[in-house]
Nanobody, 126 residues
């Protein structure tokens, strides 16, 4: 059973906003750094943003800084990604990930995370 399940993806228009959710089952997220990655066809998995276990610090890729907001609700064992001003370049499958060992701004590689969801597709249409 995959412990992380993403939702909220879909087909949106350029300029729209989207909020993705990632719920955990059988995995307590409170002590873990959580992140969002995305992968477009033919491209490597790309870091989007991350949030520390205490929710006090967030980190973003240059491509999403200022447009993306990662947040978490530890009581609901869920994290979120709010993306604004979407463009066609944001079209990708979005994955949430959890790390049991990495924490801080340097944890922006896929190898830093050991739990993954199956992803949710976001398609931005013009």
């Amino acid at each position: 059973q995959v412990p992380l399940v993403e939702s909220g993806g879909g087909l949106v228009q350029v300029g729209d906003s989207l909020r993705l959710s990632c719920a955990a089952s059988g995995l307590r997220l409170t002590p873990l750094q959580m992140a969002w990655f995305r992968q477009a066809p033919g491209k490597d998995r790309e870091f989007v943003g991350a949030i520390r276990s205490n929710g006090g610090a967030t980190y973003y890729a240059d491509s999403t800084r200022g447009r993306g907001t990662v947040s978490r609700d530890n009581a609901k064992n869920t994290i979120f990604l709010q993306m604004d001003s979407l463009s066609a370049e944001d079209t990708a499958k979005y994955y949430c990930a959890a790390s049991t060992w990495c924490a801080g701004p340097g944890c922006n590689r896929a190898q830093s995370y050991n739990y993954w969801g199956q992803g949710t597709q976001v398609t931005v249409s013009s």
